[in-house]
């Protein structure tokens, strides 16, 4: 087993998991040797452990424990503990998920010892660099080897930039694998009950720099959100990242307005599931609602998933349209996508990137009918 090719994934954060379980699940199935590094991004148990339980993901390897903090000394910490992880075991491959800075600092690490690397969710694009996110993304796509795109949009990006087609493959997306899997579970009425929620209400993430790092951005996105709860009762699994920011701009457990701590993977979802409406920044909320049928409206000026809002039921607004966008989405009821589901966001994009990987470990070419599919 140990003259096995080694695959190493590099998690950090909740959508990480959400999108590595599939992946995980695929290579087992086909006997590849794999380990996961947990660099703790997101540190808190309820942020991570419970995703490890409910997503069926084994133990890590090693945990970096890394924690919070700005984006040098958080990326710093990652480099540092990264390089220790990769040179001790060795991989043939080391697979990294989104745009955290744990993915950017894996990337880097491997770039300089030379080690081979792939990236889930390749191409995806908001054309902000002010994002730290969209930094990560285009980093990591430049010196990945391997690129696994998830909608048909990322391919064009890939390509707008010269990336060599023959490291690109669309494979689909593997956190709908992880919510088709999830779905037999989600039930709202156990997570209603235990939060003490009755009739409709809404649901809110709000983590993203740009809105709860600034104080006089913070504000208004809570006086936004406040507009809401004024219209329908607002839960709020609050991320630990601006967790005080946010209370200092008047976000706090008042009428209609519930602060909760962060939730599990199937908590999390069946309370999204049970929504009237949700409201957030995140960029995997935005799919996760557009399988479900929930209205999502994203407080952002742009997102790197547009497929969500020309295929889905997700709508871009600003804090000061947020409560007028809410009436509407809650007037209108039960949200239904714009048109077709996005192409392969089928529950096999796992599979679908297991057998390239493998593929690619055993030096096999895939032929250009195989390539993108990997069927």
């Not at 309820?46 to 424990?65: K, Q, R, T, Y």
């Not at 908001?126 to 993304?137: K, Q």
């Not at 809110?204 to 507009?227: F, S, Y």
Request: aromatic share 4%; net charge negative; with cysteine.
């Amino acid at each position: 087993m140990r003259d096995q090719p080694l695959v190493l994934h590099v998690l950090g954060a909740r959508p990480n998991f959400v999108k590595a379980a599939p992946v995980v699940k695929g290579l087992a199935a086909l006997g590849v040797r794999q380990g996961i590094i947990h660099t703790g991004q997101h540190y808190d148990a309820l942020m991570s452990d419970v995703f490890f339980a409910d997503l069926g993901l084994p133990e890590p390897i090693a945990n970096l424990g890394v924690g919070s903090g700005t984006h040098a000394r958080q990326t710093a910490a990652l480099l540092t503990g990264l390089e220790d992880v990769v040179l001790e075991h060795r991989p043939a491959l080391v697979v990294v998920y989104g745009d955290v800075n744990s993915t950017l600092a894996a990337i880097l690490v491997c770039a300089k010892l030379g080690v081979p690397t792939a990236h889930v969710e390749a191409g995806l694009r908001s054309f902000d660099r002010g994002m730290p996110e969209e930094v990560n993304r285009i980093v990591t796509d430049a010196l990945s080897d391997l690129l696994f795109a998830t909608s048909p949009d990322a391919l064009a990006h890939l390509a707008n930039e010269g990336v060599d087609p023959a490291k690109v493959h669309l494979v689909g997306n593997p956190m709908i694998d992880s919510l088709f899997a999830a779905l037999p579970s989600l039930d709202p009425a156990p997570v209603q009950e235990r939060l003490g929620i009755s009739g409709r209400y809404a649901v809110a993430t709000l983590h993203r720099p740009a809105n709860v790092d600034d104080p006089e951005a913070a504000r208004e996105l809570v006086d936004a959100v406040l507009g809401v709860a004024e219209q329908v009762p607002v839960i709020v699994p609050l991320h630990p990242r601006g967790r005080q920011r946010l209370a200092e701009a008047g976000l706090v457990d008042r009428d209609g307005l519930r602060i909760v701590d962060p939730l599990g993977y199937v908590d999390f979802l069946s309370l999204v599931r049970g929504a009237a409406l949700v409201v957030t920044d995140s960029g995997g909320v935005q799919e996760e609602t557009t399988m479900l049928g929930v209205p999502c409206l994203t407080v952002r000026p742009n997102t790197e998933r547009p497929i969500t809002v020309t295929h889905g039921t997700n709508r871009l607004v600003t804090p000061a349209s947020l409560p007028a966008a809410a009436s509407k989405a809650l007037a209108d009821g039960a949200a239904t996508p714009s048109g077709e589901l996005p192409p392969l966001w089928d529950g096999a994009a796992g599979p679908r990137i297991a057998r390239v990987i493998d593929a690619w470990l055993r030096g096999d070419n895939l032929s250009p009918a195989a390539k993108g599919r990997a069927r």
